[in-house]
């Protein structure tokens, strides 16, 4: 088989399990396999797979048939132009998210400061901001152990291994530090709604990371109050949240004494993102 037919083929396959990004899902799980780049496999699509290649790629497709994320397949997401590492303890970056850095770090642009990242999963967030933010320092709190093992390994790939730090806390118990910068994507899923997610995300991605209790805010709420304690005056507090739940989370705000100073939408026009100074 060629490559051109056999990323056809995939991508049929994946199309009738109405995968809507199945080519470029196929494309990306070929060159995880050759152990090349897309653009390669593009620039050579008359060249021959071997049938031990052949094999290793219908055992990732029928993976992808199944729903499991191509991040979990090839053990990596890109995010603000950096490869993590991510597996099925942590959630799969995603692009909405990065929305969230851009203000941020045109805010701090120069500055030294402390940066607390609540809930930080891969540490995809805490490690953008260290990499852009060069004389700033940060810690990253999650409750698994999981999720901490590959953030530290995240850091040493990414050359923050001295400037960052990784924990196992229960943000109920941290009470340690003074921050300039406090940033969270907390669960905000309303528990009644992680059934009718995608099956990429129910079936794979980790429901304590989801799971936002009742109305979604459970955790929100927590990292609002805490956060009051930990930030400086005038610190800022970033957290990311889901559609729908700007009107709750902007009265939240103001009633543990923060001053709302910007928001982010996404592509949709839903504000996803609130950034608030403690008064």
């Given at each position: 088989m060629i490559v051109e037919n056999t990323i056809k083929q995939a991508s049929q396959i994946l199309k009738k399990q109405n995968i809507n990004s199945h080519q470029l899902d196929a494309e990306l799980l070929l060159s995880?396999?050759?152990?090349?780049t897309r653009e390669f496999l593009i620039l050579n699509n008359n060249s021959i797979i071997s049938k031990k290649i052949g094999k290793k790629y219908e055992d990732v497709i029928k993976r992808r048939s199944s729903r499991e994320p191509v991040a979990y397949i090839v053990g990596k997401k890109e995010f603000w132009g950096q490869n993590f590492i991510v597996n099925k303890s942590t959630l799969v970056p995603r692009p909405e998210t990065e929305l969230m850095l851009y203000k941020l770090i045109k805010f701090f642009k120069n500055k030294k400061i402390n940066i607390l990242d609540i809930g930080t999963g891969s540490g995809c967030i805490l490690l953008?901001?260290?990499?852009?933010?060069?004389?700033?320092?940060?810690i990253g709190i999650d409750i698994s152990n999981l999720a901490i093992k590959i953030a530290i390994k995240n850091s040493k790939n990414l050359e923050l291994f001295y400037r960052s730090k990784f924990k196992v806390f229960d943000i109920n118990k941290f009470i340690f530090g003074k921050y300039d910068l406090i940033v969270s994507n907390p669960p905000y899923i309303p528990s009644r709604n992680i059934k009718n997610l995608s099956r990429d995300i129910s079936d794979y991605e980790p429901t304590v990371a989801l799971n936002g209790g009742k109305d979604g805010l459970d955790l929100v709420k927590k990292v609002i109050y805490k956060s009051h304690r930990l930030l400086k005056k005038n610190g800022l507090l970033a957290i990311e949240i889901g559609t729908?739940?700007?009107l709750k989370v902007s009265n939240l705000i103001r009633k543990y004494g923060y001053r709302e100073t910007g928001k982010e939408c996404d592509y949709g026009g839903n504000v996803r993102c609130i950034i608030s100074t403690k008064v």
């Open positions: 995880h396999v050759m152990g090349v953008s901001l260290l990499k852009e933010l060069k004389n700033s320092r940060g729908q739940q700007y």
